[in-house]
């Protein structure tokens, strides 16, 4: 496997365990701010248009699922 198909896998699977995190929260926690003026919904949200803006560069990359 190419060193941009394992980071890609990696990238996928790291974002399955934070979705898994992400899915255990209460609506309190995931939009409590405590990044400036980010919740935890709003950070991730951002990391996933990042994600997808790599997808649309590449046929091997599976675009995360939406965070609500």
Known sequence: ???KA??????VEAF???RAVFDGLTEEQASRVWL???GVRDIVKSARKSWQRTAASSTS???PPNIN
């Open 61 to 63: 990359f599976r675009v």
């Open 36 to 38: 400036g003026v980010l």
């Open 16 to 18: 399955t365990d934070l």
């Open 1 to 3: 496997m190419s060193d």
């Open 6 to 11: 394992t980071m890609l896998r990696e990238t």
